[in-house]
């Protein structure tokens, strides 16, 4: 990571994006993807797995997503 994003990040931080990075290399490895959106601030976001070439596969939960992220599998 760059030192410049770095500066006044907190380390625990640093890894924890480190590590969500890392998930979304694997996940493009298995031609899958999350996008997220948000049409109205006051709307929930929107997290869609798509495949590499941008085809809708499903819609999941913020808190999947998150999961997704961390190390749990894409269910």
Same mark, same amino acid.
């Given at each position: ?16 994006? +480190?590590? !969500?990075?890392? #998930?979304?290399?694997?996940? &493009?490895?298995?031609?899958?993807? %999350?996008?997220? @959106? ?14 590499? +070439?941008? !085809?809708?596969? #499903?819609?999941?939960?913020? &808190?999947?997503?998150?999961?997704? %992220?961390?190390? @749990?599998?894409?269910?």
């Amino acid at each position: 990571m760059g030192r410049f994003l770095a500066d006044g990040v907190p380390p625990h931080l640093l890894a924890e994006i +480190d590590l !969500a990075f890392a #998930r979304a290399g694997e996940l &493009a490895a298995r031609n899958r993807e %999350l996008h997220f @959106a948000q049409c109205d601030p006051d709307a929930p976001i929107v997290v869609e797995v798509r495949d590499l +070439d941008g !085809a809708l596969i #499903r819609t999941i939960a913020g &808190a999947e997503a998150l999961d997704v %992220l961390s190390g @749990a599998e894409l269910r």
